[in-house]
């Protein structure tokens, strides 16, 4: 009797969660990433914009110091989920609480069990072509399931995305009428010396990306932080080719927060600032989410209408939703 009562509370919490109205407009996160936390590999705590400060190193003594990723020391460090279990809690309460859609690719098991546990359409599930043969990526995407290609990420193999051997993929991406993202930019501090030795800063260039529009010019892409911190560049790619959004994950809470907002500025100064979509390349620390919507809504050079443009109304267009899907307040 004591186990059914519990199981009809859980069901009335969850109906009464979901039953009531929208208190805050939207959001629209393009960039989370889904997976299994290791019980076994406990992450430390993060402080955000931790690359602030980015010394360098010596080839004979520890990187750890050089690349300072994660070791809370801060006044208000982010802690990481436990575990799997919490992580989804920590997801799907900032999800119904701070009204938010959101782009997840990762763990296949890890997504379906968020995806219960939230209305409808909130998460929009995405693969990446990484160890897939071109059949198998066109049969997840006409499987209906995924609704995005994200996230390609050849810089991380020492690859331009113009590559020919990515070619047939996104073929498909374009055949099938399904946007991409793709990893273009910075990814820390000393990283080919202590994760990707492959990686190359180079590799990061938005023009890179030319070859691949004029192969695919119906192509819909959305580059994953925003080139940073290549901005002239962005800048120009952008305006030669009409289909290529950026998200400004990962820079957002990761890089000197003052070169982070300059970064920001310098897009919507040079007209683009219905083609920013927030983005937080989430994984773990659930923290991250209020932190880096912060960064848009405390941006003193931003009016309202382009803050809910950033936060919102540019995902929205970009990835062709119909705005009667969303949870308005009223």
């Known amino acids: 009797m004591k186990k059914i009562s519990f199981i009809l509370i859980c069901i009335f919490v969850s109906s009464f969660i979901y039953a009531q109205k929208a208190t805050r407009l939207p959001v629209f996160d393009v960039h989370v990433h889904v997976m299994k936390i290791n019980p076994n590999m406990p992450s430390a705590p993060l402080c955000p914009w931790f690359l602030s400060d980015m010394p360098g190193a010596d080839p004979n003594d520890n990187l750890e110091n050089a690349y300072a990723f994660m070791n809370g020391d801060c006044l208000d460090p982010w802690m990481p989920a436990k575990n799997?279990?919490?992580?989804?809690?920590?997801?799907?309460?900032?999800?119904?609480?701070?009204?938010?859609?959101?782009?997840?690719?990762?763990?296949?098991?890890?997504?379906?069990?968020?995806?219960?546990?939230?209305?409808?359409?909130?998460?929009?599930?995405?693969?990446?072509?990484?160890?897939?043969?071109?059949?198998?990526f066109r049969d997840s995407l006409e499987s209906g399931f995924y609704k995005v290609m994200a996230e390609v990420a050849p810089q991380y193999e020492g690859m331009s995305p113009s590559d020919m051997s990515l070619d047939p993929y996104f073929a498909v991406a374009e055949e099938l009428n399904i946007p991409a993202g793709i990893h273009m930019g910075t990814g820390g501090n000393g990283m080919i010396n202590i994760t990707s030795d492959k990686y190359r800063a180079s590799l990061g260039d938005p023009f890179l990306l030319e070859d691949l529009l004029a192969r695919h010019p119906k192509l819909k892409i959305y580059v994953m932080h925003a080139g940073y911190p290549l901005l002239e560049h962005?800048?120009?790619?952008?305006?030669?080719?009409?289909?290529?959004?950026?998200?400004?994950?990962?820079?957002?809470?990761?890089?000197?927060?003052?070169?982070?907002?300059?970064?920001?500025?310098?897009?919507?100064?040079?007209?683009?600032?219905?083609?920013?979509?927030?983005?937080?390349?989430?994984?773990?620390?659930?923290?991250?989410?209020?932190?880096?919507?912060?960064?848009?809504?405390?941006?003193?050079?931003l009016g309202d209408d382009q803050k809910r443009d950033i936060l919102f109304n540019n995902a929205a267009r970009f990835f062709r939703m119909d705005e009667s899907r969303f949870d308005w307040p009223q």
Do not use: C
């Open 234 to 301: 962005m800048i120009a790619l952008m305006g030669a080719n009409a289909y290529v959004y950026v998200d400004i994950s990962g820079m957002i809470w990761s890089y000197p927060l003052d070169h982070v907002h300059t970064y920001i500025k310098g897009l919507v100064q040079a007209g683009f600032g219905k083609r920013i979509m927030y983005g937080t390349d989430f994984f773990t620390y659930p923290r991250m989410i209020e932190g880096s919507m912060s960064v848009i809504e405390n941006a003193r050079y």
């Open 84 to 136: 799997d279990e919490e992580l989804k809690d920590e997801i799907v309460k900032r999800i119904i609480e701070k009204n938010i859609t959101m782009v997840a690719f990762g763990d296949p098991g890890v997504m379906r069990s968020w995806m219960k546990e939230v209305p409808e359409g909130r998460i929009i599930p995405g693969i990446s072509p990484d160890n897939l043969t071109v059949e198998q």
